[in-house]
């Protein structure tokens, strides 16, 4: 009996050794060596402070940011310490108050913006603090964030396109937007304003009666950058009797004559392109 309770004893020790100190300490130490960032909680910094944790939502409601899921977690949304869903049916009507809530909101602050709200956008995450949001869910909201923050749309795709990630090897799962990193890269970003205006070509070609041409405008930032912006300046033609122009630049010849080509945006006009429009050829 007592060589039976020493033997117990001394794998007792043994296994309390081997499985209480050396293996945490070599688990923790590869961790710490090999994959410092994810053993630390896959934590953000910005300026010396932490901002937060890429595994982990936080709640944006500035306009000026970009939305993430919706929360269900107890006490305030995206409680790491209290990881739930709603557990709401889809008929249940607090469900139902709760998407339409959230869709009220979006709409509020960005009126213009006719697209279909994303699906990820007004309903609870399974976690409640889910970190990303669809690349759809993250296009929607580009021009609010553009226009509030006096950013070009192109500038905000740009941050979009850079903290998608794609499917998991390949093939598991849909593309994500990290919307805390998005966030504050957004914060790092500088306002830059539209300069100057261009329309090519500058010297088109005689377009015929009842023939197109088409046209590009090219805004020029204070930043020295440039970009098309055809499809978001307002075009004219100084004789809609010689010449038409419609929203994408496409000029038709209506009669013989000539005309001027601008495009205007943010209060700047591009220099005049004069278009000569002559008669249909025979």
């Known amino acids: 009996m007592k060589r039976q309770l020493k033997i117990a004893l001394i794998f007792l020790g043994v296994f309390v050794v081997i499985l209480g100190v050396i293996y ?15 053993a630390n ?13 890429e595994l982990i939502g936080q709640t944006f409601s ?4 970009f939305w993430g899921r919706l929360s269900a977690t107890a006490v305030f949304p995206d409680n790491a310490d209290a990881s739930s869903g709603s557990n709401y049916a889809p008929s249940n009507p607090a ?26 956008l007004v309903t609870f995450s399974g976690s409640g603090l889910d970190p990303d949001i669809s690349v759809a869910a993250a296009d929607y909201q580009v021009t609010r964030v553009a226009r509030i923050r006096g950013l070009t749309e192109a500038q905000v795709n740009t941050l979009v ?13 849909e593309p994500r937007v990290n919307v805390l990193e998005l966030n504050l890269a957004l914060d790092t970003l500088k306002v830059i304003s539209l300069s100057s205006i ?28 440039s970009a098309d912006i055809s499809m978001e300046v307002t075009w004219a033609s100084s004789d809609n009797t010689i010449a038409t122009i419609d929203s994408n630049g496409l000029a038709t010849g209506i009669a013989a004559g000539t005309t001027d080509v601008t495009a205007v945006l943010s209060g700047l006009t591009s220099p005049a392109v004069n278009l000569k429009v002559i008669p249909a050829a025979p």
């Open 24 to 38: 945490p300490l070599v688990v923790t130490g590869i961790s710490q060596l090999f994959f410092n960032h994810q």
């Open 198 to 225: 261009t329309v090519t070509p500058s010297a088109p070609d005689n377009l015929g009666v009842g023939s197109t041409g088409q046209f590009t405008a090219t805004g020029i930032y204070s930043s020295g950058s």
């Open 161 to 173: 396109k850079q903290y998608t990630t794609g499917r998991e090897l390949g093939f598991l799962g």
């Open 62 to 65: 500035d306009p000026k940011y």
């Open 95 to 120: 469900l139902l108050a709760a998407v339409q809530a959230r869709i009220n909101a979006l709409q509020a602050v960005d009126p213009g913006n006719n697209q279909a709200i994303p699906v990820d």
């Open 41 to 53: 909680g896959s934590m953000i910094t910005q300026n010396g402070q932490t901002a937060g944790s």
